[in-house]
C-alpha cells in the first residue's frame, strides 16, 4: 500500500486517519488509527504484518489518498569524484576528487 513508501504506517501522512490532526485537509479514519495502534503495539510480526495489510486494504476501501503523479530526483556527477554514497537523496560527505 502507500505506507510502503514511509516505511512505517505510523509515519505515514498519506495512510493515517488523523483528520484535523494530521496533515491539512485529510481524511478522519478511527478505524485508521486503531489499525495503526494495533501495527505500532503488535507483539509479533505476524500481528503487525495482519495489521499492516487491513490498513492497506482500507486506504484503498476509504480512497484515503489518490496518486496524481510520481517523480524521480536526477543527479549527475563528475567522472572524476570517488567516494559517493547511494542513498535517496545525494550526500555531499565523504566526497574527494580521484
Known sequence: GPATFYGSP???PLIRGQGEA???GWWK???AEA???EWLYATDEAAQ???AQALGRLGLEEVATIPLGQFTLRTAFRGDL???L???APYPWSVRRA
Do not use: D, K, P
Open 49 to 51: 504484518r495482519r495489521a
Open 82 to 84: 570517488t567516494g559517493l
Open 29 to 31: 479514519s478511527e478505524r
Open 35 to 37: 489499525l495503526t495502534e
Open 10 to 12: 505510523a509515519m505515514s
Open 86 to 88: 547511494e542513498g535517496t
Open 22 to 24: 494530521g496533515w491539512f
